[in-house]
Nanobody
Framework: QVQVAESGGGLAQAGESLRVSCAVD????????IGWFRQAPGKEREFVAG????????AYSESVKGRFTISRDSVKSTVDLQMNMLKPEDTAVYYC???????????????????WGQGTQVTVSS
């Protein structure tokens, strides 16, 4: 079964950049898409970006569009999230997750992803 695990993240100041990476192990081909989500204290988990594992389509939330870039490397079996122009409101635990159901587009819905990593902390100071 496909498994995912996050790495990277850390502390940055507003305007700086960070990169988080998701290692996709196991039967990676069985994942339709890999998504990045985040959860800030006291808030619900929200979609950040996603990419088709065997395709090229991507999706972004409006709050990160133009600042974050998601990319996949099928050889390394990783999905990276490059985060530029960071803002304090980007502070959260970032999770990657796998959606194993084929869909016509990358889903932003938490409930469509059933394989989750442990998360990695991203903290942006002002």
């Amino acid at each position: 079964q496909v498994q995912v695990a996050e790495s990277g993240g850390g502390l940055a100041q507003a305007g700086e950049s960070l990169r988080v990476s998701c290692a996709v192990d196991g039967h990676a081909f069985s994942a339709y898409a890999i998504g990045w989500f985040r959860q800030a204290p006291g808030k619900e988990r929200e979609f950040v970006a996603g990419v088709e594992w065997n395709g090229a389509r991507t999706a972004y939330s409006e709050s990160v569009k133009g600042r974050f870039t998601i990319s996949r490397d099928s050889v390394k079996s990783t999905v990276d999230l490059q985060m530029n122009m960071l803002k304090p409101e980007d502070t959260a635990v970032y999770y990657c997750a796998a959606d194993r159901i084929f869909r016509t587009a990358v889903s932003p819905m938490v409930y469509n992803y059933d394989r989750w990593g442990q998360g990695t902390q991203v903290t942006v100071s002002s």
